[in-house]
């Protein structure tokens, strides 16, 4: 995979990242669904880049 395209997965997935994590904290009051949250966002990054990369 091109660097430049593993760049902008993580532009794409950072962004909701650190404002969905705000918004998660402000809602919930707590670090625990933050880190739920974070981790989900991850998993859908990884399985992004695995898509993107395509079969080799």
Do not use: D, S, Y
């Given at each position: 995979?091109?660097?430049?395209?593993?760049?902008?997965?993580?532009?794409?997935?950072?962004?909701?990242?650190?404002?969905?994590?705000?918004?998660?904290?402000?809602?919930?009051?707590?670090?625990?669904?933050?880190?739920?949250?974070?981790?989900?966002l991850?998993?859908?990054?990884?399985?992004?880049?695995?898509k993107?990369?395509?079969?080799?």
């Open positions: 995979m091109q660097l430049a395209r593993m760049f902008g997965i993580m532009i794409v997935f950072g962004a909701p990242a650190i404002i969905g994590g705000g918004l998660m904290f402000h809602l919930f009051h707590n670090w625990t669904v933050v880190a739920i949250f974070e981790a989900l991850v998993c859908g990054a990884v399985a992004t880049a695995w993107a990369a395509g079969p080799k």
